[in-house]
């Protein structure tokens, strides 16, 4: 878990770089079915988590972990944790395909 805490970090921290705005929620799904949900808000200079909701199967979070973060206006960002060892990837709106050009 703490593999996933500290790449959750640095991606509300890229989230915060590329003016996402609060409040934000974020789904963490892995690819056995474990789910978390929660809603991230500035409570003074921290930011805790609430959770809206969650489901764990077997040991919890089993790798791979599609992350999705959204913000108050409809901004959207994904984060994919592949392997233990290896940095997650960061997918953010600027990064995704123009969706006037998808068919």
């Known amino acids: 878990m703490d593999r996933l805490t ?12 590329e003016d996402f705005q609060f409040p934000c929620y974020m789904a ?24 809206i909701a969650e489901h764990i199967e077997g040991d919890g979070l089993a790798l791979p972990i599609n992350v999705m973060l959204t913000d108050s206006t409809g901004q959207a960002a994904q984060m994919l944790i592949e392997k ?20």
């Open 28 to 51: 963490a799904v892995a690819v056995n079915g474990s789910v978390i949900v929660t809603r991230w808000a500035p409570d003074g200079t921290n930011f805790e988590p609430e959770f």
């Open 84 to 103: 233990a060892e290896t940095e997650p990837e960061f997918f953010w709106p600027r990064s995704l395909p123009d969706s006037s050009t998808r068919h």
């Open 6 to 17: 500290a790449a959750i970090a640095e991606f509300l921290q890229q989230a915060i770089a």
